[in-house]
């Protein structure tokens, strides 16, 4: 064999060849996936906001195949931050390497889809099991430069990432809750504790809903700690660490958060103008006016619900964390010296898969300005 790759090289044809489910591949491709939506040897599906959620997909993958378990960020019964580990199997809901395993990506989740009307949001990866067609969990992935502006002058364990949520993420946030009220005792449950919020006449109006806020707040965070026990993974966040203009030594890692968890990226007491709501606020007060409609009618028009109750506010984002502030939330060893090292992104993009890359993203051009990554 190494004869025969001597020879090619000697002939400047270059083949790369990766043993991956026992088996020599030579097309472009991502470790762990065998099946999904996306065919890896096309370089449309290298490009702009694909590559972005089906490399961390197969991050998770590599990790699970060494053991290492990404960080998980939730709450506790008290419903206080609770950071801990969870494994790519438990993020999945599957092994992330079986034969059985479908990468399913840009697609409608059946779990979620039966709590809203209106026009059908595609989330960022659903995986299936292919032996019974089922759609095991349906999961938001952001990928995430460290540091961002806002840190990059600090220390390193001051680093931090800005995460930005969409409208969408709302919707499945509530959908996520919604499916821990399953019956009826736990749904008027859920509604006595919604009911604790005094009567609103005018929910699009900010002056009538910010004298209530605070008891929409405490609602809704009450609903968590209800819930804590059955919290569920919700966002997928990989890191990428640079150094100066270059990537890390160590520079990849994952961060889960589950569908509580993200509540906290809400939970703002800083920089509120009195008489004003923030996109923060707005986010919470939307997760409120959802489960209350859910609890009335058993689905909630997500569309209509962030339409009429913008508060001033543009509705392209729910919000976006700036990093002096997702550091306070995942503060730890691995987002100071993440756990995956730049020399083994080339076990991760395989059969050359680099090279159809376009540096249209942060990340991508950080591969493509490191062709020595994949020496």
Known sequence: MAGIIKYLQL????????????KFIDRPGLFGQRHSSRDYSLAKNWGKNIFNSSF??????????????????????HGRIDKGYISGEDVFGINPLSDRAYYNFEAGFSSFEKFYSGNREKIDLVMMDMDTNASLIGLEIKLTALPDNTTKNEAEDGYGCEIVVRPPTICFLACSICEAYNDEES??????????????????????????????ESAVMEVARDIWDRQQPLIVQPIWKMSGNKLADDCLDVFVWSNLAVLHMCYEKE???????????????????????FVDYDTFDYVRIIKEHSYENA???AFALPGRSSNRLMRSKELTHPRIRKKEIKNIILGGGQNLLSPERRFDAALVNNPDIFD
Not at 11 to 22: L, P
């Open 11 to 22: 002939c400047h044809i270059r083949f790369i060849f990766v043993v991956m489910n026992d």
């Open 56 to 77: 961390p997909a197969s991050l998770i993958a590599y990790m699970y195949s060494k053991n290492v378990d990404p960080v998980y960020i939730k709450t506790d019964i």
């Open 187 to 216: 749904k008027n449950r859920l509604r006595r504790i919604l009911n604790k919020v005094p009567k609103i006449y005018h929910w699009n109006e900010t002056s009538s809903v910010v004298p209530h806020y605070e008891k929409i």
């Open 271 to 293: 920089g509120r103008r009195k008489g004003e709501i923030s996109r923060f606020q707005r986010a919470l007060i939307w997760v409120y006016l959802m489960l209350k409609d």
């Open 315 to 317: 509705n392209d984002k």
